[in-house]
């Protein structure tokens, strides 16, 4: 289960214009890397995206000069060891050396988000910076940026055809993805699985019905606050353009109750043995839908997700009976 810990990162507000400078070249060269990549990951399957990409790449390192030049002129040759891992309000990545696979659906994906947050950087820095030439060129920048945005449909259109792009919903699609989809599932995969153990150790250990659901029902109402409160507090959405943490604080943690609720509630069944046992048919379904809702929203490999999802799940199940029967 998540909970609340320490964030060591710096509030954006806080940043200076040579750290703002400095951070924006670190992730312009970041983003250039990552279209070159993209590129040549999906060369050979789909090269007018490739070309597409590789243009975007070229465009990033030419922002990333131009911020150079503009920070060398007013600071000098030494730059701020800033990345947006050290500013609240980022999210951060997964490196792409570990993504195994690279499909197209999630490179269309990732190119939103990227532009999308970086339009919300240079938007929000601009506002912040009182010299006047770096606001232009932040501004500038931003407009850039906001344009790029658009690519992600512009991805293979003749490959996706008109099925494909109806799919995406283009960015209406993305934006509930990044608000609702991502906190929601997130909080579904902690609340069925974290309660687990609590669950069926109390169920095991007492034998009883109403014991267990009042065990289930508690663990389920705290992971949903504590995921909700955590998810709101992770990132206000300024920068990332993930939408209100509120809202985005409600779906991690209605969902989390959920997860958790879904197990417990068969316990309202007085007969014990009835209840473990509609209780564990709610516990695999869950699983399942989560390795599902991954593959569909989130373009994780089915197979991969069930490894992830009902295998763990199942460790977790397998230790609360270990332990209420202990």
Known sequence: MLSFWTDNRRDFATLSEREILSLAIAAEEEDGRIYSEYAARLGETYPGSAALFEGMAAEEDEHRRRLLDLYVARFGTRLVPIRREHVRGFLARKPLWLQKTLTLEQARQQVWEMEEGAWRFYLEAAKQVTDAGIRKLLGDLAMAEKGHAARADQIDEAVLGEAGRETEKGEAHRQFVLTYVQPGLAGLMDGSV?????????????????????????????????????????????????????????????????????????????????ATTVAVIVVLIELWAIAFIQQRFMQTPFWRAVLQVVLGGSLVFAAGILIGSA
Not at 246 to 273: N, Q, S
């Open 194 to 274: 974290s309660t687990l153990a609590p669950v069926f150790a109390a169920a095991f250990a007492t034998g009883d019905t109403h014991q267990t659901f009042l065990v289930g029902l508690a663990a389920a109402i705290g992971a949903g606050i504590s995921m909700g409160f955590t998810e709101a507090a992770s990132d206000d959405g300024k920068l990332t353009g993930r939408g209100s943490p509120i809202k985005r604080g409600f779906a991690a943690g209605i969902m989390t109750a959920v997860g958790g609720l879904g197990h417990a509630l068969p316990y309202l069944i007085r007969d014990f043995t009835i």
